[in-house]
């Protein structure tokens, strides 16, 4: 997901809203939990995963088990995908 600003295009706050909607979808998560991450700069699965669980936690503001719980999810969303592309 890359969010930038263009004229004629979704708007900045159109294109944050996007990015909300579609990791709460992915990750099965709330929209809140899916906009702390996002303002937060995590705005894919691929994204959670290239950081790790302390420094998310403390980002974030989330507990352990919601962290760990969001890099297993997002482990699995990532494994699912390699699967499909590799079918």
Same mark, same amino acid.
């Given at each position: 997901?890359?969010?930038e600003? +263009?004229?004629? #295009?979704?708007?900045?706050?159109?294109? =944050?809203?996007?990015?909300? =909607? =579609?990791l709460?979808?992915?990750?099965?998560?709330? %929209?809140? +939990?899916?906009?702390?991450?996002? %303002?937060?700069g995590?705005?894919?699965p691929?994204?959670v995963?290239?950081? %790790?669980?302390?420094?998310?936690? #403390?980002v974030?503001?989330? %507990?352990?088990?919601?962290?760990?719980?969001?890099?297993?999810? *997002? #482990?699995?969303?990532v494994?699912? =995908?390699?699967?499909?592309?590799? *079918?």
């Amino acid at each position: 997901v890359n969010i930038e600003k +263009t004229a004629g #295009q979704e708007s900045f706050a159109e294109q =944050r809203q996007s990015a909300i =909607r =579609r990791l709460s979808e992915v990750l099965e998560i709330s %929209d809140e +939990t899916a906009q702390t991450l996002v %303002d937060n700069g995590f705005l894919t699965p691929d994204g959670v995963l290239a950081s %790790d669980e302390p420094y998310i936690a #403390q980002v974030c503001g989330f %507990d352990p088990a919601t962290t760990h719980s969001l890099f297993v999810t *997002a #482990q699995a969303v990532v494994d699912a =995908r390699q699967n499909y592309s590799e *079918a």
